[in-house]
């Protein structure tokens, strides 16, 4: 007379493999999870950094190197660069008049401020914004920096504190560090770095993910230099 049904090894066998396919399963399954998790973050760190990147060129290609002037700031504990950087610009480029026919200079209406949230405490990251900036006094616009630029009026926490401002944009909510450096050959360098705290797995721990750019751009709106 032959048995059916299965032995108890048999059937402890197909839990184990059970089981194991069971872990194999979840172990790829939260590999995907970290790996799009990842993509993800890279993606947003990498879009802050060219949303920066193309409005900083953009801005200083279109301006003069005589009228753009820095303000050397560090973060509140001291530790991070977070300077200011102010840009004379026009307003709206596709008007017909924002050239000047007769010499061939924009006509500047006002300037492009770019400066980080300063809050209390030293925090690793804060924000960036990209502000218009209308002087009460435009006579000489554009021959020079924007004379009131300094930390007490326009690096303020937020930019609706300060009248001369007309609006804002913020660029990113991860800088660590801005710094601006006038290089040689009449060009404006601009360092930036970002960072996404926790943002990747490696193992047991979260790390970091940091992504640092430079721009280096010569205005190309240059004036004649007189010796």
């Not at 960036?128 to 924007?146: D, N, V």
């Not at 300060?162 to 800088?175: A, G, K, P, T, Y």
Request: hydrophobic letters at 35%; one cysteine or more.
């Amino acid at each position: 007379m032959k048995r059916s049904g299965s032995s108890l090894i048999e059937v402890m066998f197909a839990l184990g493999m059970l089981a194991l396919l069971t872990i194999t399963f979840f172990m790829i399954l939260d590999l995907s999870i970290r790996g799009f998790q990842n993509a993800l973050v890279r993606h947003n760190i990498q879009s802050d950094t060219q949303r920066i990147s193309y409005r900083l060129g953009e801005d200083l290609r279109r301006s003069h190197y005589f009228t753009i002037s820095n303000i050397e700031l560090r973060s509140a504990g001291n530790n991070y660069d977070r300077h200011a950087l102010c840009i004379a610009a026009v307003k709206d480029w596709s008007q017909p008049n924002a050239i000047d026919p007769i010499t061939s200079r924009p006509r500047w209406d006002g300037y492009v401020l770019y400066y980080c949230q300063r809050k209390s405490g030293d925090e690793p990251v804060t924000r960036l914004f990209r502000c218009w900036l209308k002087p009460a006094s435009p006579q000489e616009l554009g021959q020079f920096a924007f004379p009131s630029l300094n930390p007490a009026i326009h690096c303020k926490p937020d930019p609706n504190n300060v009248s001369e401002i007309e609006s804002f944009s913020m660029l990113s909510d991860i800088v660590e560090s801005f710094s601006t450096t006038p290089s040689s050959n009449s060009q404006w360098q601009v360092k930036f770095k970002l960072r996404q705290h926790a943002a990747r797995k490696l193992g047991t721990k979260t790390v970091d993910d940091v992504l640092e750019t430079t721009v280096q751009m010569r205005p190309e709106n240059t004036f004649p230099v007189y010796y």
